[in-house]
């Protein structure tokens, strides 16, 4: 489904990712990733150091050297659909002995060497801050072996590291910017996972994001666990930036955002993903002022309810929250507002659902990713509260906010008709071959007749007719 490409890529979970055919190498890496954008990103980071090694990739795992899983912990059933893909290559290592299996990312990291105890198949088990350890792990399993490096770091950004794109279309890419988290929300592992916050190099930033547009890239995605809180006073951890000097001086996620979009008019720029306890007036009004970012924000909110919201240590009231909707609707008229929600959170009452229900609404999101809460081990949540919803009321409670969202983005797609739209062309549409497939400002899919355009161009699109979720039209220019 095309409208899952916003966000994770349901298409792309477990999928082989592909080097460009003109990589050679002696060896043969399979490679796949799980989870969010980022871990995509870093699979590009683990790519680029592993044909530096002679590596190149094949989308069969049966003929390969190495199979890589990039993994996620975020809920339980991410982590039991790698535990799944497992017993697949069980019988791939059972043919050929020397096959050398690795456990890459979130998932790693939070098991540790228990990885190796608890599955057997496993060689090598690598968390996100440590994957130019690889060719040296690589090599020590090839001695007879196992290897882990788990090690978090306080510097690691990778920065030096251009990654090759996997599976590119030429067209849209994801930059790195900042890794870890220092947010320490009760309900997740990721400041477990990946470790505490620290940005990376602007001027590596906009050194990459020049050279994809060289390339003919015409679309980047600034990634980040909270790219709001984006800060760089030389590098290190951000929690190290302690005087006022460095404070001053430090280039914000604002001014970032400023120096990205000023590379060309016609470099598209997205980012992802804001915290609406960090998310200021400075990047609103950057956005305002450059047609080339893009009108669309995803600030997931969690919750509805205050007394939820500080039981997830969000640092956000309902009010304060709507506030920050408020700012975007008032700078931003024309921006969409995408939503992350999590029903069932130990102690949620009928009555916290409810203001979850009714702050969607008066929130009018056009998308909304949502989940069941699920109890991840260590966290600030499982340590402190019973995970006391029982299974069927989160399975209710989700459902009515699944049929709530859907309800408000047919309605939100419909208030796209009969307007021009600027589309970037990504790529021939799903629906047909004569059709070309892109995305709006608003990050809503247009499709229409291919004319004589090319992907990486441009198209201004009437647009009359929609489905659910997806803009259909013709183009006008
Ligand atoms: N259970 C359910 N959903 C979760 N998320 C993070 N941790 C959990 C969890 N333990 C959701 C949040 C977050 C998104 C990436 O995943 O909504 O914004
Ligand atoms: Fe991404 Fe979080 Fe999953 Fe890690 S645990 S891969 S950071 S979604």
């Not at 549409?429 to 709006?440: A, F, I, P």
Request: charge should be negative; include cysteine; charged fraction near 30%.
């Amino acid at each position: 489904m095309e409208e899952a490409e916003k966000i994770i890529d349901e298409n792309r979970q477990g999928e082989a990712l592909m080097l460009p055919t003109n990589v050679t190498g002696n060896k043969k890496m399979y490679l796949e990733s799980y989870g969010c954008q980022m871990n995509f990103a870093d699979s590009e980071i683990v790519a680029s150091i592993l044909t530096e090694g002679g590596f190149t990739t094949t989308k069969d795992f049966n003929e390969a050297d190495v199979i890589f899983v990039n993994t996620c912990a975020i809920r339980d059933n991410a982590e039991q659909r790698v535990r799944t893909r497992l017993t697949d290559f069980r019988k791939a290592k059972k043919k050929n002995p020397d096959l050398i299996i690795g456990v890459l990312g979130c998932m790693a990291e939070r098991l540790k060497d228990k990885f190796l105890d608890e599955e057997k198949i496993v060689d090598i088990v690598v968390g996100p801050d440590a994957y130019r350890d690889l060719p040296n792990l690589i090599f020590k399993v090839e001695g007879g072996q196992k290897a882990v490096n788990v090690i978090l770091s306080k510097e690691e950004t990778y920065a030096d590291i251009t990654p090759v794109r996997l599976d590119t279309n030429g067209v849209n890419a994801f930059i790195s910017i900042m890794r870890g988290c220092d947010n320490m929300c009760s309900f997740c592992v990721v400041p477990f996972t990946r470790g505490r916050e620290r940005s990376r190099d602007p001027e590596s930033i906009v050194a990459e994001a020049k050279d994809l547009f060289a390339k003919g890239y015409r679309e980047i995605t600034l990634l980040g666990q909270n790219v709001d809180s984006y800060i760089y006073a030389g590098g290190g951890l951000k929690k190290e930036i302690l005087t006022e000097e460095q404070r001053t001086s430090a280039t914000t996620f604002a001014q970032l955002l400023e120096m990205v979009a000023q590379i060309n008019p016609d470099l598209r720029i997205r980012y992802s993903t804001s915290n609406p306890r960090d998310m200021t007036d400075d990047v609103l009004h950057v956005m305002a002022k450059y047609e080339n970012i893009c009108k669309n924000i995803h600030l997931p909110v969690q919750s509805g309810s205050s007394r939820i919201l500080e039981a997830m240590n969000r640092g956000y009231t309902r009010e304060f929250y709507q506030e920050r909707i408020l700012a975007i609707r008032k700078i931003l008229p024309d921006c969409g507002i995408s939503s992350d929600i999590i029903t069932g959170f130990c102690t949620e009452t009928e009555e916290d659902h409810q203001q979850t229900l009714s702050l969607m609404e008066w929130a009018d999101y056009d998308f909304s990713f949502m989940f069941a809460y699920s109890e991840r081990p260590n966290t600030l949540a499982e340590r402190k509260f019973d995970d006391d919803i029982p299974e069927e009321i989160k399975k209710r409670r989700i459902a009515e906010v699944i049929a709530l969202q859907q309800k408000l983005s047919e309605r939100k797609t419909k208030t796209h008709l009969n307007r021009i739209h600027r589309v970037l062309i990504e790529r021939t549409s799903k629906r047909s071959d004569e059709m070309w497939s892109g995305r709006n400002s608003q990050n809503i899919v247009v499709v229409f007749p291919k004319g004589n355009f090319k992907p990486g161009e441009y198209a201004d699109v009437f647009v009359d007719k929609c489905t659910a979720t997806t803009l259909i039209g013709r183009v006008i220019s």
